[in-house]
Nanobody
């Protein structure tokens, strides 16, 4: 069982920045980590994802150019840097991990989940 611990959420004004982090208790070398968000009244969708061994990334169209996800393999930690935040980015952000080399862009790839951290962007 992989445990995920998120941090870095909070309240920020539109145009501001936040850096989230997610530390995993364990990982396989070719697995992936994703940040999944769920806005009020909407389904969860993947904002960004990264594979541990290759560093290959995936970004949703809604965050491209504003979010950069990076990883520190030694610390088993991923960091999504979110810039130019918009009110529509307000959501609970969940960290999720796959078991192996599943596709980055599908929610079904991720089997381990963190508890979530609230991000609120005020206008």
């Amino acid at each position: 069982q992989v445990q995920l611990v998120e941090s870095g959420g909070g309240l920020v004004q539109a145009g501001g920045s936040l850096r989230l982090s997610c530390a995993a208790s364990a990982r396989t070398f070719n697995s992936a980590m994703a940040w999944v968000r769920q806005a009020p009244g909407k389904e969860r969708d993947i904002a960004a994802a990264i594979r541990w061994n290759t560093g290959r990334t995936f970004y949703a169209d809604s965050v491209k150019g504003r979010v950069t996800i990076s990883r520190d393999n030694a610390k088993n930690t991923v960091y999504p840097q979110m810039n130019n935040l918009k009110p529509e980015d307000t959501a609970i952000y969940y960290c999720a991990a796959s078991r192996g080399p599943s596709a980055l862009e599908f929610l079904s790839s991720y089997v381990y989940w963190g508890q979530g951290t609230q991000v609120t962007v005020s206008s």
